[in-house]
């Protein structure tokens, strides 16, 4: 997750007196609005709750009123404290660090604190409607989704609210993954567009961890929309022996049977992105990018328009990071303190281990670049649990006032519609929007030894595949 300070605004309070608010930025998304004084709230309840030793530096106090130069460096400073807080792995995690963030994302929207109704979508278009609080934190909402579906208490941590784009073209992209700082109601009412909605979506990846989810019938009706949500989008590939057999296992209600079925199917349980750039093999290529499985696959247009594929194993990649860096519009310049419009450009960069002894940098150029890093640090965080004999962390943190209660309007989750006959190009790569919108979530990295190496290398195992042109 990628904190900047990009711009500074001179305000007025209600007494008409005027102040410099430092606008918060995440991922290139505005999410609130402080004064410095409200920073340095912040920094004196850290240290006084970490100690001197834990707590970055913080720009000092003046005297006097500061100069626009004075006001330029205070703002760089202050975006390197708020950078160094949310990569420690204390101090960014803490509650105090995220209640402030949520206070000043509702403060910044002016959205007072009420009862109010909130959609939440399922893979299959169903909406859940849950009465929550406009100040309640991804948690709750996630919980009141949960008691609203009476899903077992120990399967709401296989689960996340995600924001999700709806394209015109019937599409969608994954956006983010609402994190611990963030209030949704906030998040998606601020956005002011219809196109935006809140998707509860599994958020693991190892599908031995879909068994305990199908031994309950709500998880097992959320795995299975979900599955046959991503087969009619495309992003599980079915051909048409396949896809008749998972029709005849829809048609007699053999759920289970249905998912053990599309384990089997290439790039079951992956999130696909869409098209963006990538320097590999060669620098300017166009690719769409799909997570799961413990890698990166690539579908690669080369300039000679040559169509490849291949993947990137995370037990292979020693570490990788996100930047971002402003790119103005046109008339625009590309001064992050003026106040010409800028657009932001994410990049994800790792570091490969392409054969014994040759590391090599790959970057994908892309809006979602977070959302990537994103999967890969959950996929790590799985591999290390499962090596260390532990299980998938269950959410065990309740409301303070005890878990929710089953409300008399349990809302059962319906069954897909049948499968639609398949098309003749089901086996393509799914053909994705060029329309790109911003993310947001933690460019983190981790290293592996090289002793994890398997052999499964980009660089040697290319396939051809039957994608057409269109699809990049």
């Known amino acids: 997750m990628h904190f900047s300070i990009p711009e500074t605004e001179v305000r007025s309070d209600e007494n008409g007196s005027t102040y410099v608010a430092y606008n918060i930025h995440v991922n290139g998304v505005l999410h609130c609005r402080v004064r410095y004084s409200q920073l340095l709230g912040l920094h004196e309840q850290i240290k006084k709750e970490y100690g001197n030793n834990v707590v970055p530096a913080f720009p000092p106090k003046k005297i006097f009123t500061l100069t626009p130069a004075e006001v330029d460096q205070r703002r760089e400073q202050l975006e390197k404290y708020m950078q160094a807080v949310r990569q ?37 278009g169903q909406k859940v409607k849950v009465n929550i609080l406009t100040s309640d934190q991804t948690e709750d909402v996630l919980e009141a989704v949960a008691s609203k579906l009476d899903l077992p208490d120990e399967l709401v941590g296989y689960f996340s609210l995600f924001l999700v784009q709806e394209r015109e073209d019937g599409g969608c992209t994954y956006v983010r993954k609402l994190q611990e700082f963030e209030l949704p109601y906030v998040s998606i009412t601020s ?25 309950d019938s709500v998880g097992l009706n959320l795995l299975y929309a979900q599955t046959v949500s991503d087969i009619e989008r495309g992003w599980i590939l079915v051909n048409k022996e396949q896809h008749r057999q998972l029709k005849s296992l829809q048609e007699k209600g053999s759920k289970k049977e249905f998912i053990r079925l599309a384990q089997t199917l290439k790039y079951y349980g992956y999130i696909k992105f869409d098209p963006c750039i990538t320097d590999f093999p060669e620098k300017g290529c166009h690719v769409i990018v799909g997570a799961g499985n413990n890698e990166l696959n690539f579908h690669v247009k080369l300039p000679s328009d040559q169509m490849k594929e291949g993947s990137f194993k995370v037990t292979r990649m020693r570490c990788w990071r996100v930047t971002s860096s402003q790119v103005p519009v046109a008339n625009g310049t590309a001064n992050p303190s003026s106040s010409s419009k800028c657009d932001v450009k994410l990049e994800l960069a790792f570091e490969y281990l392409m054969s014994k002894d040759r590391l090599q940098w790959v970057t994908i150029t892309s809006p979602q670049a977070i959302m990537m890093s994103i999967c890969l640090q959950a996929m790590v965080d799985e591999l290390m649990v499962k090596k260390s004999g532990g299980n998938i962390k269950k959410m065990q943190k309740k409301r303070l006032n005890g878990t929710f209660q089953r409300s008399d309007s349990q809302q059962a989750v319906k069954s897909p519609p049948l499968l639609d006959s398949p098309d003749p190009s089901r086996e393509q790569v799914v053909k994705l929007s060029t329309k790109l919108s911003s993310v947001s979530l933690r460019g983190l990295s981790s290293s592996n030894s090289a002793s994890d190496i398997t052999g499964n290398d980009f660089h040697g195992n290319y396939a051809f595949e039957g994608i057409g042109d269109d699809d990049l």
Not at 191 to 215: C, E, F, G, N, Q
């Open 88 to 124: 420690d792995p204390i101090l960014g995690s803490s509650e105090m660090f995220n209640s402030f963030l949520r206070k000043a994302q509702q403060e910044t929207q002016q959205i007072p604190t009420e009862e109010v109704q909130l959609e939440i979508y399922l893979s299959n």
């Open 191 to 215: 956005l002011h567009s219809p196109d935006y909605r809140i998707v509860l979506r599994k958020s693991y990846w190892d599908t031995a961890y879909d068994s305990d989810v199908m031994d």
